[in-house]
Structure formats: structure tokens, C-alpha cells
């Protein structure tokens, strides 16, 4: 019976595959945004609730300024592209918290939090436009949904959120929030490298798109390294490589250059 089991589940993930937008690369993606969106908006709300919100101060107007900006072109990209069923899934929704972590997370749908520790690297709007690609870019290529998808398969051997929900509810959320990145301990269903750098190139060109200076992200990501060095920052430790960082975002600016040349 598991064998049967096991069989159903590798013909259905194979059945389950998505084009990230951008990109094109072919996922696995059981969980749509839309599955997940009863589980999220939960789990966002008690986020929430477990710092101090500062969204009213001007840094976090900043922040809902900055991430409402750069929502409306990407939404206008996917428009263009034919994505309208994406757009209609997305429910965006920028938020600051009190916390000296070095963090920034994006639920998927579009629900972001940045942390207050993270300001001192953004600096500026364009610093923020850096992060605030970066995690849009999580939610537009249902990263969170691809990585739920293969752990609840491995872990449970089912094809549906309900089915999750239904046989372990703890597990399913545990994962849901390791996969954005919320949970202190970050393990396997953390974003991939090859995720984070998915997310890079796209948020990069995203940040262009919205009129943000991109050549202003290796200099964003540089400042984080040259910290991270002496503190050991966690937002870091599941991205990739400094250096391996750095030659691959300088190598996609010309392109994201040049979108940001025509559209200021």
C-alpha cells in the first residue's frame, strides 16, 4: 500500500509543474498560491503579533510606499505576460515590526514584514527597492509553495493542502513558516540557493522596473557581507556566497540597466 502510495504521489508531482515567470524554469508546484492563502493570511496575522508593528512610523510608510510601488509594476509585468490568473492571487500587504533581527520575509500572496534591524543596510528607499525585489520575488515564483510541496511529499506522501492540514495541521505550519524564513531554526525547507538566486535576478530586474536603481544592490548586498562578517547575520547565512553573489549580480545588471534606463 505505501508503495501504491508512493507511486500515486511521484505521478501527481510529475503532473504538478509550473513555469516561474521571468525566469522559465519548470517547478513542481502542488500547493498554488491560492492553497496556501487560508494557511498564510492565519499565520501572517500571529507574525504579526509577535514584535512590535511600526508600520505608522515613517520608516514603515517608507516601506508600504516602496513595496506598493514596486507591487503595481510587477503586476503590470505579469499583465503583460499573460499572468492574470497570478495577479488575481496575489493579496500584497507590507508591514514593519520592531525587531533588531536582520530580516525581511515574503508570505506567499505577497505578505511581507521587513524587520526594524534591516534598516540601517537599506538606508534609503532604493535600499529598501533591493530587499523588497528580492521578496516579491519569492511570491510571484511561488518559491514557498515549490518547497512546501516537496517536504509535504516526503514527509506525508499526499497531493493537497487539506490532506496536509488534515493528517498533521502542526507540520504543514511549521513548514509554511520555515519556507519563508520566519522560524529561528532554518532548516531543509529554507529557500534553496538555487531559489535565493532565482529571486535575485528577478528582483533585480522587478526593483528597474518600478524606476529603482539596480547597480545600488551590489553595493546593498556588499554592505550586509562586510557585516556579516563580524556579527554573523542570519538573513545571510541562507543566502548564498558573497562573492558568488556579487559576480552573479553583476553579470544580469546590463539587462536590468537597461530596463531601468527606459522606464525612469
Request: with cysteine.
Amino acid at each position: 500500500m505505501k508503495k501504491l502510495a508512493a507511486l500515486f504521489c511521484l505521478v501527481y508531482a510529475l503532473s504538478a509543474c509550473s513555469i516561474v515567470p521571468l525566469t522559465g524554469r519548470s517547478q513542481l508546484t502542488i500547493f498554488t498560491t491560492q492553497d496556501l492563502m487560508p494557511l498564510v493570511k492565519d499565520e501572517y496575522k500571529e507574525s504579526l503579533t509577535e514584535s512590535e508593528l511600526v508600520t505608522s512610523t515613517k520608516e514603515g510608510q517608507e516601506i508600504v510606499k516602496v513595496g506598493n510601488k514596486m507591487a503595481e509594476a510587477v503586476e503590470t509585468y505579469l499583465k503583460e505576460q499573460g499572468y492574470d490568473s497570478l495577479v488575481n492571487e496575489l493579496e500584497w500587504e507590507f508591514n514593519l515590526l520592531e525587531n533588531e533581527e536582520v530580516n525581511a520575509w515574503c508570505m506567499p500572496g505577497g505578505k511581507v514584514a521587513f524587520y526594524t534591524g534591516i534598516l540601517p543596510f537599506t538606508r534609503d528607499e532604493t535600499g529598501i527597492a533591493v530587499i523588497m525585489g528580492h521578496e516579491l520575488a519569492h511570491a510571484v515564483a511561488n518559491h514557498a509553495g515549490e518547497r512546501m510541496s516537496q517536504e509535504i511529499l516526503f514527509e506525508l506522501g499526499v497531493g493537497s493542502i487539506d490532506l496536509a492540514m488534515g493528517q498533521d495541521p502542526t507540520l504543514t505550519q511549521e513548514l509554511l513558516l520555515l519556507s519563508v524564513g520566519v522560524a529561528s531554526e532554518l532548516k531543509l525547507l529554507s529557500f534553496s540557493r538555487k531559489h535565493e538566486l532565482e529571486a535575485d535576478r528577478m528582483g533585480l530586474i522587478f526593483m528597474a522596473m518600478a524606476g529603482y536603481d539596480p547597480r545600488e544592490a551590489p553595493l546593498f548586498w556588499g554592505r550586509m557581507a562586510e557585516d556579516s562578517e563580524d556579527e554573523g547575520l542570519l538573513f545571510l547565512s541562507t543566502h548564498p556566497g558573497h562573492s558568488k553573489r556579487m559576480e552573479r549580480l553583476n553579470s544580469l545588471l546590463p539587462e536590468a540597466i537597461a530596463i531601468y534606463e527606459q522606464r525612469k
